[in-house]
């Protein structure tokens, strides 16, 4: 199974700062045939189901702020929320979807100062 | 509206069996690939089950954790997906989600215990 590490696996911001959070993948997630990246950012805020902000390692999902970005290829991948809101308060998941099955990071847990 | 709306948790002793339901609407359910996804208390999230469309021959797939005790299976004409679970384990008390692609469900809480 590919192993997704995270990291951090909590951080404390001011609103208006900019966050990142790190995800390293045990295998490439590139695939040779097409060129993407098989890397999605999941957020999960308190007492909901994870909602899907970015796949393809770069593309945010529809309705997603462009505060929101997602970057890397390979192994190494990047979640940069710019300006972060108190809405941000969330939990924050990277999942690989290269190869069965599926694994997910072990969360990054966001909060508001 | 697009819905996925997962029923039939609870709290089971180790051992039993339970079934856990995925109602959905607002979607061609029919070419859907349709997936379980469960949530420890850890918060850690863990693949369970997928199961393909009918041009893929409802091809299955199961996590090694869940494999030989739990079945996906679905149900085209009501739109529902299915999740068998047999011989659970404490390890296995979560809560589960039906996915399909970017859609999920609220989930529905298992509960193992003696």
């Known amino acids: 199974d590919i192993v997704m590490t995270q990291s951090p696996s909590s951080l404390a911001v001011s609103a208006g700062e900019t966050v990142t959070i790190n995800c390293k993948s045990s295998?490439?997630?590139?695939?040779?045939?097409?060129?993407?990246?098989?890397l999605a950012w999941y957020q999960q805020k308190p007492g909901q189901s994870p909602k899907l902000l970015i796949y393809?390692?770069?593309t945010r999902e529809s309705g997603v702020p462009d505060r929101f970005i997602g970057s890397g290829s390979g192994t190494d991948f990047t979640l940069t929320i710019s300006s972060v809101q108190a809405e941000d308060l969330a939990d924050y998941y990277c999942q690989q979807h290269y190869s069965y099955p599926p694994t997910f990071g072990s969360g990054t847990k966001l909060e508001i100062k | 509206e697009v819905q996925l709306v997962e029923t039939g948790g609870g709290l089971v002793q180790p051992g039993k069996s339970l079934k856990l339901t995925c109602a959905t609407s607002g979607f061609t359910f029919s070419n859907a690939w349709m997936d379980w996804v469960r949530q420890s208390p850890e918060k850690q999230l863990e693949w369970v089950a997928q199961?393909?469309?009918?041009?893929?021959?409802?091809?299955?797939y199961y996590a090694e954790s869940v494999k030989g005790r739990f079945t996906i299976s679905r149900d085209d004409s009501k739109s529902s997906v299915y999740l068998q679970m047999n011989s659970l384990k404490e390890e296995d008390t979560a809560i589960y989600y039906c996915?399909?692609?970017?859609?999920w469900g609220q989930g529905v809480m298992v509960t193992v215990s003696s």
């Open positions: 393809l390692a770069s």
């Open positions: 295998q490439s997630l590139l695939s040779s045939g097409n060129q993407k990246n098989y």
């Open positions: 199961i393909k469309d009918k041009s893929n021959n409802y091809a299955t």
């Open positions: 996915t399909c692609g970017p859609l």
